[in-house]
Structures are given as structure tokens and as C-alpha cells.
């Protein structure tokens, strides 16, 4: 269990000056046999002493001894895919420099407009990389490399990576993905070839399982937070003000809940993983109309994925990864606001950033995560593991097949601290229905 | 011509100290008589030369030695108005700190959610200002006062007035509120009330005629502006991506266009002064499709006022402020560019950010100009100056009747050099139709 | 280890609606036997099984059903202590809003200007707290209450605790703080009052032992960021540039490493962990020189406290709160490298931001986060806890006793991951000396 | 009087495709007749009229329907000089833009290292510049080109331009650069070659003469508005808490005041055209002490030249740029008010943001502004103007002879509207001695 797949036996001494003991100020490296658990509660350690199982565990990130691949002679590629997250340049970045000046990398592939990039009938040239072309896009949101959603023909990419002689391909991107990077790999262990291949997980919404949190989240939540500020002054500019923000959240609501405690005049946080009813005596309306007559004014914040069991018919339209396509929650809630509040004197004003989270460059926290993923990324890369991700857990690095984080989306426990944390600090109910 | 109207002579001596010879350094109070010629071109001096007619020229602003009201006395009453704009708070601020300081007025009420709280059967109340329950709105956006749209019966309006023994009205607001301060201020003349009436001239589309631009304007484009940015990489981010960005200007193109320029990574800026087809060879479609085939990737910015003339059936909804409501070019647009390259590989992406630009606070360029603009109004209402305007032309501040500027809306001059900076920034056509 | 004091039995039901129950999706009271072990290390956690011991662990954080004080009776106090902090306000505001809404706690004092503020003698004035004064305090920088450094006499602001009916305590501030406040505590316990003391850690160098991060030390990175993003524009300015960024750590230098790995343009991060020479072959002015003969320019960020050993004569002079005052590191360096390149064209700029940084309000991680410390002090101290800290530890919200953390300061741990993260940034040597 | 020099009869026509009649929507091409007057007074206009002299008028920016040279053969060189400030890699971008796409240049150098790039002996390579080199540019803070203070010998310089083939100089610099590029000028005159010299003016401080405003200011005041709101927070935290922030500005106090009315929290303005003494009954001392009684808090903004007449002995030092080196204003404030507070309970805080403001990336209002002054330096040194300058005035972009604005320094003028405006924000008395 969390057992990450290695090509083959290291054969090569690491070009890192690092040590193998405590105490010289010099960082040891990481041995496979490094594990940290996963469940902290006193409850399952005293459980686990009574069973005598081994407890779940989690490979520590970090440098290798002895590496599998001679590093003058690997050539790496980096593929960015699906939708746009601040922090993906970053993770460009970082792998590049980890390549080249840890391990003295000489050839880095940069795989154009996603896994589209590694299709030649599509007709993107694949572009080289090095230090001096990507040393400042940190600065920048969006990816270098372009994007580009759905996949392709599992056979056809490995025939790119054989035909470049590619050792290794990072590949930044969601739960489609990587799930597209793990079949890659299946198919070069079929093809019994020595390609490793990388995971690092990307999603805005914060959905992966398992780990603590994916990159970009958090600048996500703080990009929301001004708007959030502003929309509360829509919101008191006028008598019984309404304001909506809208934010991303497909199935889970992490952003729309982050943002709502990060800036805590938010009202009320309408999430996808919430039942919730309009009508009734404890319906959002009342809830809603309760509020205006005590404050005059309110803020709610809807996450894109919430509340789509009020639509009388589902949508079954996928987007080009498959996903299947929204009802607008945000103009129907609206909609639905309007009608309650015909005969009263209200203002509505709707408020849907969309793609201005997503493409705005990391901020600072986010730029530390993506440059220490990247690192790690690298050394377990070197060290001929594979179908693995670099991601951290219990505020620890580590490696996890990503076999075991695609099984199904992260999302708001509603029982669990954070939750509770958000209704703490919106003060609406904890049931509406 | 650009006289301002004057409640009565002025009978008190102002209580600033301040002096009236040069070379003590000390400034020196304004007198009526120092005015600013309007239009600066040697040409037209010239003409003026040869005709010895009087240029037009404009009243300088500023304190004046001899006052109109006994400011001990005072009663002043602020109002806000219409949709929000960055730096409202500023100037509501701005008028408070100088009517007590420097005049040491006692009482100042806020008028409550527009020219609605000067309407009692409304049932909101007046609020009383006072510099510590305003020393720190001006790092917020939206009004401390609130806001409403449209008018109220101006009869109303004035008795709400003298109940309340008003002296001076500071009315915030754009054309409309323009417009209604100087009927109010009517009809205070024909009941003969010494009721000074100012304006504060507040539109976020920079549309008043004459002066050199509006508060919050500034603003605005600089919120616009990692919009824009971030938007480019939406657009870099996929294999012929489109990004398009809708910003507000009803019936200018002021803030798509300066946004435009100071982020110089826009292809096509759309303006409601233009004309300008989609479709034949030199359409918008086809000068959009070159790019795409050179670049890969195209950014347009469009006003929400532009290319109201491509939708067959002209809108005649009206907002509450008696604004037509327009069709949305932004959707259109979208629509229109899918349609046209239904059988290329595009992504678009449409971005609208309407609430987020004006409801942020004013930068530090709008906080200078609203402090200095609410002084000024400060000094001309004592002074008994009435119907007027405290605004910046040439670079200078001057009070001008409100009548002056209410006659047409400023936009932007398809000939003119500012236009023609944006035309030389994106490289668009100069005619797309 | 690890247990938290009590006051006394529980004699109140909580009046929060919550669950006892899994599945009911809404949260349940948490008991204080539910506890995280400390230690994730799968070796750790053999050896334990192996010995049978009970592992380290802390008690997790969160409301409890049974709770010590009637709540409608309660009256809580607040106090700030030591430097500014971002997120200070944050604290103070949820705290309020918890003890208010949560627990419908009536009477809220803050203490003014620290210590100070329970020193009669000091004549500073309780001021009352309420949702009302506090609902926009989390928007700024500072303190709402005022601070001071050191302490007070012990029983005098017990006595003054005591003549104010207070029932608990909330004293936000770093290590001496927080030994304050256990002294505090045990004071109480002589004189068997019923107060609860809490602890909210406040250190923006990081530096509390035990916990995964204080409040405000990532927004002092993320203060720091552009700043260092701007130095690098000096130092690329000029031909052999150099640029010099000061940041704050007395004792421990995350805020230096942590910003360096935030922008990764810095060449060298110098921290007060780390023992270097200047001269020699290995030492620091050469690693620079070879820097600049490479590039022809460098960035350098050193922590205030970094290098202190370089200094012939140890300073000995202490500041208000105790702590020993460094020699200006900044200015030395500045002065030895001008001197080493006396007879080089070189450029040097000091950048010493100072106060810009910890006067800043909390950015969006450390405003979800202060908020959730908030809940959780509030809910501990209604349990009758009392010499407990609210923290994160391994990414879970826990309890600790105060006197756990203030045994040492915590310190970047040089063979850890962290510093290595930093060092592959920088690419500066793993010693210099 | 301000007659722009003419390197001969144009000879070729503009590339443009621009209009010379009005009404067909199309720019029309600047004529050299076309000139604004500069004294917008209509007492100054009175008095012209009534003597028939031509008042003061300056040349209209922009481009000539008939230019000096061939556009396909033009080699540009572009040069910056002095201190950062931010907008320089703008006005860089704008300028290749500029030459590339309306002109059709082919060869742009970009000179290294300020006048030293044009120095052979000190052995910086000159650079190719291009639309890619320079396309992001704009996001960044510093020079793309790097910088060096002082001068070169002239003739060496020209020498440089003449083998390189150089037909004109864009020279983006402050007071001594445009002095430099002047001479270089006269020195291309003497030697009959056909180079147009350009500068573009560039003082952080705005000091330059009988402009509106220098770009880069308004960032700089934009980027000291926040560390100055955080002052407050910094003088607010402490018990009689005093912060000093010390701006930028040798001579001139524009920075200082402008940040100070920007965010109207500041309680004393110190600039260097002030008079003002520390001790006395009328002496800054007593103006702050009174403050601190009434407020328990103060917070001063000190411009880095001012006060210079309080220190003993007058600094002679010359920085390389051939400036005194001022003494530190900032360190002996807070030296001064520490002795003479020194038996009362006081608090200072000093900050010195220094290199941190200049370094910035311009903001937006600075960006349009440096877009539409390089588009007009280039449409200038294509019609063969010389030795003159882009800039604004009244509001309107024009052309002067360098010579014109390096007579004297800009300074606030004491009695001028500006500073009064500033008094009024700040509250201080209108003399401090």
C-alpha cells in the first residue's frame, strides 16, 4: 500500500554533495525505507498496537544516493495540462533549475499545448528549455509551455517519448491527468521501457484526495479575497444590497469557503457539497430575507458546483476533459432571489470572477510549495521511481503512487473543523431546507 | 460664460489664515476674478487676438478671503448617488475633515442611499458625520453613505432641506446627479433659500464634458489592468486562444481604452465611439483571424457601450437611472467569433469583471485628486458660490456651473492623440468594417 | 506530557447545536481524549509499538459539550503584547465575534498598550469590545488595542483581573508573552481564582517551538517578496551590482529563507542558524566574487540576527522585552564588501524594510488561519482550560500547555528539508568558511 | 523661445497612414506650427493681448507627415542613465514598439550600463533590441539596459555613435543625463553628423522644470502610500508611538507630500523647501509634543533634503552623479525627538523604504503615461528634431528644447495650491520655527 513503482535498480551515484549521517549540518539523503504515517489520531495508533498491523504509511520525499539514471545522458519533458492554476510556471521553473544545476541535466523538453504536444499530428513543435528562457516566468500566471484539455492516444504519446529518447516526463495537471500520466506509464512498462513518470498535481479547486492542499488553492483564495472585500461594499452601497460572488469549485467548494474565511463578511457559503433547499421555512430565501431585515444588506458566495440538485434537469454536456458542464448556479440564483423579493425593494449585484483567479501568478506561499514539489519532483525522477506524485501530507513531502489519490475527489468534510470553522464565521445556518 | 452663480455677497471674513501678497510663503486666497483661459492653442489665441473678444476661461478654485455663511453656523448635508466608483469615500471624507477643521462647521449630516434619503417617506434617516466616524473610510471602496439610482421629487427633496436647516449640499455624482443637484438648486432660488448647492462631478466612464477626467477613472483602468494581464495569459495558455475582457464605458471607451495601453499586450480594443463590421474583408473577424494565423493567441478588450449598432433589434430597457440598458457585446462577441471559426481549433475565453473595477478603493493618484477636489468644494460652498462644480481642466482646479458640463458627454475623439496612442499600442486597423 | 490544565470540572452545557454523532453532517463536540500523535515517523511509531509506551500527543482543538463558565455571565479580556504582527487584528476580531455569537458572552474588555494596560498605574483605559468595534479591524495592519513590550508585575494585573470580574484571558504575543501569561496563570492558581488563561502565539521570525507556523509569518514573507523581486531590478541595474535585503530574525532566519524561496532570484541567504566567514577561500566575499565575475551581479538577503559572531565585540545591550540587541549585520556587510572590492567597479544598494513588513494586515492564508486560531482559544478557554496555547501542529488545530513551547525557540534545523529547499534555490554554497 | 532644433529639411514622408483634414475619423498629422501656450492665465493673456507680443507656446508632440530620414535605413540607440525609476523598461518597450512597427526600423541598439555603454573602455557590449526582447519588459521594475551614474567624455561618445552608425539617441535620464545629451548634441552639431538626440525626462523626484509631471512619480508615491498606512499601524501600537518614514526627494519634496495627501493619515509633512527650526515655541519639537498630548500618536513623513540647514556642518560630499550627498535627515529626526522627549514614555519607529520605491514596475497610470511619451520622443526624432525633449504640459504632450528645462530645478512652490492642499490634509502648522 502506497508502494511507489521504481523502473529498475539505481545504478548511478548522485552528482549532490549531501550526507548519510546527523549532526555535520549537511542535509542526509532520503532513503526509500523513510515513511511517515498517515493517520496521526491517538484513537488509530492505540487500535494499530492492538492488531499489530503495520500502519498505513508515506514515502518521504527527498534526494537519493544512488540514482537510476546517469545524468549527462537523460533527456526530461514537462507537459502542462487542463486548465489554468497560479503556480504552474513555477513548477516549470523549478524542475528545470532542480535538472540542470542539481543533477546537470543537459536536455529539457518543453511539451507544447498539453498532452496535445505529444500527438505529432497536431503539429506543436516541441520547444527546448533551459535556465535562461524560463528564469523569470515565476513572475507570470498561466503556463509557458500553453495547455490544452482531454487526451490523446495513449500509444501515440509514448511513441513521442521513445522517438525524443525522453527518460522522464513531469507532468503538471489534474485528476485527468494524471490518471492520463499513469496509463503512460502502464504503457511504457509494457514497452519495458526506462521512462519515468511523474505526477504533480494541479487543481484550483483543491479536490485531489489525500493531500493537504495543491498549489495555486491558496493564491486562489487570495485573489477571491479582495473581490470578496469590494463585493461586501456593492453590497452596503445600497438599501437591502444584495451581492452574489461566484467562484470556482466544480465539486468541491474549498475556494468559495477559504474565501469566505479569509475575508469574513461573507454572509452565507453555498457549497456543492451541501444539500440545500430555496423554498421553505428554512430555505436559503428565509434565510436570506431574515438577514436583510436585521442588516439591510448581504454577501453570499456561491461555488460553481453547488447547488445543481435544484435544477429540474440535470446537464449532461461534458467540457473537452470530460467533466460534465455546470448549470450556472450563480445567474440562477439570481434569478431565484429576484422572484422572492419581487414586491420589496432590493438590488442584486452578480458577481462571477472566472478565469481572473485562475490565471493570476502564485503568491508567495504558493511559490515556496511549487519550487520545494518541483525539487522533489526531480530527485524522485532521478531515483527511477515512477507513476508516482510529489505532494505533501500532514504539512510533510512526500511521494504517493497516483494510483491511490484518483480513486475519488477531495472534498469539504461537512462534519470536519473547517466547515464548522466557515459557518463560525458566516453565521448562517447549518441546515437550509 | 462659465460664471458661477453666488447665493448673495459674501459677509464674513473667512477664518483661514491665510494671505493675500506673494513672497510671504503662505498661500494666498483666491480671488473671483482669477480665472484660466480654456483652450490652450496658440491658433486660437491668436484668433482672439485678431477678434479682441474675451476667451472663454474659467474660475479658479480655491478659499475665498470673504465668505458667505458664518461657518460657525453651518449646516452642511452630503449625498451619494448612482452606481459605485472608486474614491467616493474619499471625497466624503475629504468634505467632512475641511468643512470642521478648517472651517470648524459643527454640523454635518450624511444623506443615507442617494437622493432617496432626501425623501422622508423612504423611511431612511440621516446620519451625522463627524471626522472620527470618517477618518478611515477612505481605504475602502463603495459609499459609507450608500447609494441609490434615479431621482426624487425635487420639491421633496428641497423641504427636506430646510427641515433640516441645510446650508450646503454636496451632491456625488455623475450626469444625472448632476443634473438634479442643479434643480434642486432651482428651486431653491425661486423659494429664495440661501441653500448652496455643489457637485462633485463622479463617473467611473470619465464621460463629463470638459473636464480633464473623473475621479475613480484611474482607478478603474488600474484594476482593469492585472485583469488584462492575467487575461493574455489566458489567452497564450491554449493553441489559438482568444481572451475576451468586457469593461465598463456605456457610451465612452475611456477605460477599455487606457487599459488597453497600460498593458500593452492587447490586440483589439473595442469602443462605443467606433464604427465597426464583424464580417467582409476588413471586419473585425478577418483582422482577428490574420493574428491568429501569425500569433496564435489574440486579446481583445471590449467596452460594454461598443458596437451597439451590430444587434438588430436596438434595446429600449432602461435602468433606474434612465439609461437604456445595451445588449451585451461581450456575449455577442463571443458568439459571433465561435460561429466564425466553428471549424478551427480556438478556445475563448470571455472574462467580464463589471462589479470588481468600481467597487475597489481609490489608488493613490485618485486619493490626491479626491482629497483636493473635496477642499475645493469645501471652499466655493463657504464662499456661497452655488450650482457649481469643483473638477480639474488643464491640469488646474477650477469650479464650473453645473449647467456647462451637463450638456453632452465626453467620449473619446476617434482623431484625437489619445485614441490614436491606443491604435498605435494594440496595432489594430484603424477601420475594421 | 502534553496535558492541558483545568480549572475545574465542567458544570455547563455548551450553548453551541452540535453533533455527538458521525454522519449527521454536522460537527461534533470534540473530548479531550481525542489526540494527534506528535510524531509521524514510521520508525518512531515502531519503536513505540515495540516499547508499549503512549506515544507524544496532543489534545485536539475545538468546542467541548460540556463547558466550565455560564456563559451569559462571562467576561472575557483581551491583551496584545510585544512588536506588530500581521494578523493581530484578525485575532483580536474573532475572538470577539466567537465569545459574542458562539457563546453569547456580553461583556468583552481589551486591555490597552499590553502589560501595560493591567497596570493601574500606568493609567491607560479598559476599553469595551464588541462586534460593532471590531467587525472591519481585520482590514488593517497593527494592533487595535495599542501594545507595549515587557512585563508588569504579576500580582498587580492579577489584582487588576480580579477587580474587573474577568474570567479569562487572551494574551496574543511571542515567547515572553506567553511566559507572561503562564505566570499569569500560576498566580491565579495561589489565589484559586477561576480565570482562565490562554496563550495565541504571535512571532513573525517563526520562531515558537513545537508548531508548524505563527500567525502573520507568511504574510511577512509575502510583504517581503516584491521587495526582494525590486532589489534584484538594483542589483541587474548597475554593472556589478549588489544588492543587500535585511529582513527580521533575531534568533531564527525563516522569514530571510522563506522569501528567497518565495522569489528565487536571490543568490545568497545568510541566517543567524548558520556559522560563515567573510574571508578565506571558502568564506562568503569570495563566493561572491565568483558570483559577480559569473553574472555581474547578486542579490543577498541576510537576517538581522545572522552573523553576529563576526562581531569582535558582542553587544550586550538589551530592548524592552529582554532580548539582547543585535549589531546592524546589514550595514556591516555592506561594509566589508565595499571594502573587499575597494579597487572593483561595483554598485552596492542596502535595502532595510524594517517595519514595512510586520506592519502590514494579514494576507488570505493568515487570515483563514487567525480566524481558526481565534475559534479554537475561545472554545478552550469556555472549557476551562487554562495555560493552554491554541496552534496548528502538523497541519491539525491542537491545544498545547504554554510551558511546552517556551522551553527553546525553534530554529531552522540546517540538515533539514527546508534549508536544503533554500540552498538548491540560491545555489550558494552548503558552508562558507 | 522653446523653438526645437531641426537637424535639416525633412526629406521623406511619414510611413504613417494618417490623415490632414479633420472628420474623417483618421489622426491627422501634427504641424510644427501647431503650439499651445504655456501661462494658461487669462491675467497673463489680458496683458499679451494688450502688448501684442506672442505669448510663451510650445511645440505639439507627434508624428510629421514629413520626416528627415529613411526610416528603412534608421539606426536608434536607446541609453538609460542615473537612478531607477520606475517606468524606464516602459518607455524602453514603447520606444522599440515604436521604431519597429510604425516606422519600420530594422537596427535598435540598446546601450549597456548608462554613458558608460558608450565609453569603448569600459567594455560593455552594446545589445540588439527587438519587439522580443523587450515585449514583457513593461512588467518589471529597473532597466532592461542597466545604468551608471556621471558622465563620459563627450566626444568619446559621439565617436561611439558615429561607428556604429547611430541616427539618433533616445536618452532616458534626469537633470544630468539631459544636460549630457545636450552636450552630445552640440558636439554632433559641431561635427555636422545628422544624429538626432532625444531625451526622455526621467526624475523619480519630479524636479524637472516646467512639466506637469515626471513618469515613474505617481508609482512612487503609489508604492510609499501603503508602507505610510502602515506607519500609522506603527504609531498607533504604541503608547505615544511616533513613526518616521523618510521619502525620497533631494530638493524637492513632491514625493513626500504626495504620498502624505495619497493617505491622509500623516500628521506632518517635512520637505526640503521648508524653513523650519526644531526648537522654540513655534519649533517642530512643540508642534509634536502638542500632538502626542492630544493624540497619543504622531506620524511624520520627511523628505530625505529636508532640513539640511539644521545640521552643522553642510555636507560636501559628491555622489557620482555629482550630487551633495545630503546628511541624514531622517536618523537625526528621530535623534532629536528621542533627546527631547527622553523623560517621557515615547516610542519611534523609523522607516526608510529607500531603494524599494524606485525599483517598482510602474503602475498603471505611470504606464500610459510612458507609452504615449515614447511613441511621441520617436515620432519627434523622425521629423530630425534635436537636442529636445517629450513631455507634458498642461496636460497636453509637447516638445521643448532640452535646454529650457535644465536651468533650474522644479520645487514646490510654498504658496502654490499643492502644498496648501497638503497642509490642509496633514493639519500642521503653516510655519514650524
Redesign the interface.
Known sequence: MFRIEQLGEPKFKSPL?L?TV???????FIKDS????LD????H?NQ??HTGE??P?LEKA?PRQDIFYDPKKVTAAIVTCGG?CPGINNVI??VV??LH??YGVKRIIGV??GY?GLNPEKG?KLVELSPDNV??I??????FL???RGGQDVSIMVDTLEANNVDMLFAIGGDGTLKGVNAIGEEIKKRNAQISVVGIPKTIDNDIDLI?ESFGF?TA??VA???I??????A????N?I?IVKLMGRDSGFIAA??A?????VNFVLIPEM?FSLEGENGFLKALEARLVRKKHALIVVAEGAGQHLFEEKSTVKDASGNIKHSDIGLFLKAKIEEHFADKDITI????????VR???A???D??YT??LA?HAVHGAMAGKTKFMACKV????VYIPISEVTKKRKKID????F???V???T?QP??MG
Open positions: 554533495q550526507s546527523r549532526g555535520d549540518k549537511i542535509f542526509n523513510d515513511r511517515l504515517v496521526l489520531s491517538l484513537e495508533y494499530i498496537l503495520e500502519p504509511s527527498g489554468l521553473r523549478g533549475m532542480a544545476y542539481f507544447p499545448y496535445e506543436h528564469k523569470e515565476h513572475q507570470f500566471g498561466g503556463t500553453g495547455s490544452s493537504d491558496e483564495f487570495d479575497s479582495p473581490i472585500r469590494d463585493a461586501h461594499n456593492e452596503t452601497g445600497a438599501y444590497g451581492a477559504s474565501a474565511l479569509a475575508m469574513p463578511v444539500d449585484k452578480y458577481i462571477d470572477p472566472s478565469y481572473i490565471s493570476a501568478p503568491n508567495s506561499g511559490s515556496v519550487n520545494r525539487y500532514n504539512n510533510q513531502y461537512l462534519e470536519g473543523e466547515w464548522f470553522s459557518l463560525q464565521s453565521g447549518f441546515f
